[in-house]
């Protein structure tokens, strides 16, 4: 079945360093790719997506490539700050059936714990 | 924005309990989600629904029921709580031809 193995965490470092977290995943099909973002407390917010080998999707600073030849998603950020400060998840979305249709469920990887210090 | 609203933040309960865990959204999604986050274990696929009245088992349904009688409207049931369902749930809504997902705050259930 399909799955997504990211980093082991946690992860810390100072602000302003530079940020990569790994992704790799196994999936039939051509699955979509998400990270998503958990702050303290709450639910989780979509960070960026790529629906296709190539893509890069990019948001708040934050950037990753849909590479099929390795079967990666990398997440990485030039620059991170303390409010960055949250779980990461990396997930692959189950790819449209040949109507079409996509029942969106995803597979998500364990989490990775960021905590950037001043 | 989508708005998908759980109605506890916080929940306690006894072993032996019936539980019921809402889940509201607002943007007439067809697609609806309820997954279970543990750590070091990510977040789990429990049940999902397509339609009203349809429901379809996840990756762990085992000790959880479902229901859906309103579009709208998404209803996790533990029919008879366990310690080891403890956890965080999280519902999540999405458009039949979408590939992303929203999520609701998430529910902390402690079972006693």
């Known amino acids: 079945g399909d799955s997504v193995t990211q980093m082991e965490g946690p992860v810390t470092l100072s602000e302003e360093a530079f940020l990569t977290i790994n992704c790799t995943y196994t999936?039939?099909?051509?699955?979509?790719l998400f990270w998503y973002v958990q702050y303290p407390g709450e639910g989780l917010q979509l960070l960026l997506k790529a629906t296709k080998a190539d893509d890069k999707g990019s948001n708040k600073g934050f950037e990753a490539t849909y590479r099929k030849e390795t079967t990666s998603f990398h997440l990485e950020k030039g620059s991170v700050q303390v409010s960055d400060s949250a779980v990461y998840f990396c997930a692959l979305g189950d790819p449209p059936n040949a109507g079409g249709t996509s029942y969106g469920k995803l597979t998500f990887g364990q989490g990775t714990i960021l905590t950037v210090h001043p | 924005d989508v708005k998908v609203t759980q109605s506890s933040r916080y929940l306690v309960k006894r072993t032996g309990e019936k539980v019921f865990l809402e889940c509201v959204q607002d943007?007439?999604?067809?697609?609806m989600f309820w997954y279970r986050q543990d750590p070091g274990l990510g977040l789990r696929l429990i049940y999902f629904s397509y339609d009203v009245k349809m429901k379809e088992k996840g990756d762990i349904p085992e000790g959880y029921s479902v229901s859906r009688e309103k579009k709208e409207r998404f209803s996790l049931i533990l029919e008879s709580a366990s310690t080891n369902q403890t956890s965080m749930y999280l519902c999540a809504s999405s458009l039949y031809r979408a590939v992303e997902a929203f999520f609701g705050q998430g529910t902390r259930l402690t079972v006693v």
């Open positions: 943007m007439d999604h067809e697609n």
């Open positions: 999936a039939t099909g051509y699955p979509s």
